[in-house]
């Protein structure tokens, strides 16, 4: 099956980011920030078709995305990352081939989105925006029924926009910067699932 170009781009992408936070990372975080960047690629009322590749829910309440697993499994072949245990890290190799993709202004967009997710970190730990996440609505729904399914379908969707129609709103209007959006809506669902955990 050939790699698919916008998860290729945003595994390489995020893998330069999380290499920064520490020296190797796991797959999930992966997963994890590549979804947030489709939501805020949605939260700049973009098509979700536009993304290039979907993801399912797990019953622990994550994201996985086939095309990103894919990416991550070939990459490791080309010898661009290593693993380390259950941990990853990127090369050389595949610094050299993401300034190659990173030249291209086709992926400015997605570059927009997944920078924010990542600079989601300045704000909160790794562990807080998986929290966080795990509280948006389809990855709660996933939790709720653990069948590995589909996640962004059209229902969800609309529910996001409205949700987000509310966050442009509050944040006011502030160009192509996604950050303050992103770690505002973090913040929101991270204060839902306190609020909903049961009280010792």
């Not at 030249?103 to 920078?115: E, V």
């Not at 962004?152 to 959006?181: H, T």
Request: proline share 4%; glycine share 6%; aromatic share 12%.
């Amino acid at each position: 099956m050939p790699l698919n170009s916008e998860a290729s781009f945003d595994c390489l992408f995020l893998a330069q980011r999380l290499q920064r936070l520490s020296a190797s990372f796991p797959a999930a975080q992966l997963h994890l920030f590549a979804y947030l960047g489709c939501l805020l690629w949605l939260y700049r009322q973009e098509p979700l078709t536009d993304w290039g590749y979907s993801f399912v829910g797990t019953e622990l309440g994550a994201p996985f995305s086939r095309e990103i697993n894919s990416a991550l499994k070939e990459f490791l072949d080309r010898g661009y990352f290593l693993r380390i245990e259950d941990r990853y890290a990127a090369t050389r190799l595949a610094q050299e081939q993401f300034s190659d993709f990173d030249q291209l202004t086709l992926n400015d967009s997605r570059r927009a989105c997944l920078a924010a997710a990542c600079a989601s970190t300045a704000a909160f730990s790794i562990g807080i925006v998986g929290s966080a996440l795990s509280n948006e609505p389809e990855l709660k729904r996933a939790q709720a029924l653990p069948s590995n399914r589909l996640l962004l379908q059209d229902s969800a969707q609309k529910q996001l926009y409205e949700q987000f129609d509310g966050l442009r709103k509050a944040v006011g209007d502030r160009g192509s910067d996604l950050r303050l959006p992103a770690v505002v809506w973090l913040t929101a669902l991270y204060r839902t699932g306190e609020a909903a955990a049961p009280k010792i």
